[in-house]
């Protein structure tokens, strides 16, 4: 049993005050697996002003004073990748090659962020006036369990690339794994009080940050119904937000697609992270006239996937995340059921040999628009197929959604799949691919999926103010 009772405030781990307690699971087993104590409003407040303090003489450090902290970051991660790949495997039970993957990635950013931070034009001296970008301050960085590593780094980089210093609530059942990543950010020798990161719930911790008038920025990742609290929250005090949210991302299928490249990429899009994506591609688009080819290639496809045994390289599904996430996961397919949509595969329960928190990947064939899981961000491997007669249907479709944060195209012909794309209301459309190679990008969401964007420069201008000296 691991007890993790320490948070990491002005450059010490220390116990915190809040008395209360979260336990871990093992979501493959089930089993409880630790224990973390959590922090409190005290806690949070000694964090904050820690972080307060440092921003003092953090934000007047030099371009290159930053891009060695980022540069040591990167290192101090990559000299941990099996310590914290094997702590996602247990705590998150993402399977083994996607674990890999995200904690590179994770790293990645802060070289990433240096490139950025290193070509980016902080003064601009105009005909008649200087205009010095600034940083904000205390940025206040809340995640999701669902990419612990990646979501904690993609908000810290650009926090030290322009000057900001940060407090960090993770998500409390991912206490495990931010604990390693919290003795990375130690080992990489960062100034006291730039980094500060405190256990808690979302109603204490959270909260506190979200109206503390010493935060300047609330960086928050998470569902679209926190982030709205969060939003009316930070308008009290007029503090700058990013929020990253949910998504229902379409998933179009045009007529001319070859399909099994399509089916199949249309299963690692749909499963992706488990199904615990936001950019899942949860609505796949399919023309009418192919319906039965579809069909059968979808069954063969979910059923040569490989649920379980999250160390092989082989396997892409692992279990939900927690107990509750599981369940939302049965009600979900019940509700499927219930408004008269058609199991192609899956259903309700546990795969067959695995228990835990493992469900069935599930296809949802005869969905209408209007059903409940045609609309709502499920977070699991639970996918429908939702059929059209013609293109302008099917992009009717595919912007009938509260949100925008994703959409996937499947075509041989590229200029008809590139106009389709423009028609999209989506932060970004990926054509015959689940991939967005291009790491000088941006991500954000339209509508219900966010405001404001990361990664790259577009990162470094959510954490930075223009002023205009004339
Ligand atoms: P969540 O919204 O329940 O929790 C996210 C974080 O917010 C957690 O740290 C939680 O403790 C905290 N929180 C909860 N209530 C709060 C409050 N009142 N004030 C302040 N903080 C609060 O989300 P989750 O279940 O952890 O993650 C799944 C959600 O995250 C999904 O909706 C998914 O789409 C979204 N997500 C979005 C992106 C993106 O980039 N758009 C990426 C990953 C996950």
């Known amino acids: 049993m691991k007890i993790i009772n320490q948070i990491y405030v002005d450059g010490a781990f220390i116990e915190p005050h809040g008395k209360e307690t979260q336990d871990l699971y093992n979501p493959a087993t089930g089993e409880k697996i630790g224990i973390v104590h959590l922090g409190d409003e005290v806690d949070t407040y000694l964090a904050i002003e820690a972080a307060k303090k440092a921003f003092l003489t953090f934000s007047k450090s030099t371009l290159q004073e930053r891009g060695e902290i980022l540069k040591r970051l990167y290192d101090a991660i990559m000299a941990n990748e099996d310590k914290l790949n094997e702590t996602a495997v247990e705590e998150y039970a993402s399977p083994i090659s996607a674990t890999k993957g995200r904690t590179h990635y994770a790293a990645q950013i802060f070289l990433d962020t240096k490139l950025a931070m290193e070509g980016f034009e902080f003064e601009k001296q105009l005909e008649h006036a200087t205009i010095v970008n600034e940083p904000l301050g205390v940025v206040a960085a ?7 590593y990646t979501h904690i780094c993609g908000k810290l980089a650009p926090a030290i690339a322009t000057g900001c210093t940060i407090v960090i609530k993770p998500s409390e059942i991912s206490a495990l794994q931010t604990q390693i990543l919290a003795q990375c950010f130690h080992q990489a020798n960062v100034p006291k009080g730039v980094i500060n990161i405190v256990n808690g719930t979302g109603p204490i911790v959270g909260t506190v940050m979200t109206e503390h008038p010493d935060i300047a920025v609330v960086t928050f990742t998470g569902s679209t119904q926190v982030g709205r609290l969060i939003g009316q929250k930070a308008a009290e005090t007029m503090k700058r937000v990013t929020l990253e949210l949910g998504g229902k991302s379409p998933n179009i299928i045009l007529e001319d697609a070859n399909l099994q490249q399509a089916i199949s990429l249309a299963l690692s899009i749909g499963f992706s992270n488990s199904g615990q994506a936001c950019h899942a591609g949860t609505r796949i688009i399919v023309p ?3 319906l039965e080819e579809i069909k059968t290639l979808i069954i063969e496809g979910v059923k040569s996937i490989m649920i379980g045994d999250l160390w092989s390289a082989e396997s892409y599904i692992g279990p939900m995340v927690s107990k509750k996430q599981y369940d939302t996961i049965q009600r979900y397919i019940k509700s499927g059921l219930d408004q008269g949509a058609e199991i192609l595969i899956g259903g309700l329960g546990h795969p067959e040999g695995l228990g835990g928190f493992y469900v069935k990947p599930t296809v949802f064939v005869n969905v209408k628009q209007d059903m409940i899981i045609a ?17 302008d249907e099917a992009i009717k479709i595919a912007n009938d959604t509260i949100y925008g944060l994703s959409a996937y195209i499947s075509s041989e012909n590229i200029e008809k799949a590139k106009k389709i794309a423009r028609q999209i209301i989506s932060g970004r459309v990926l054509i015959n691919t689940a991939v967005n190679r291009e790491s000088k990008s941006p991500f954000g969401g339209f509508k219900q999926s966010g405001i404001g964007r990361t990664s790259w420069t577009y990162g470094l201008e959510e954490y930075l103010e223009p002023k205009v000296i004339a």
């Open 288 to 290: 009418e006239s192919r």
């Open 375 to 391: 609309k709502e961000e499920i977070f699991g491997p639970v996918l429908c197929i939702i059929t059209y007669k013609t293109e």
């Open 142 to 148: 809340i995640t999701p369990w669902n990419a612990n």
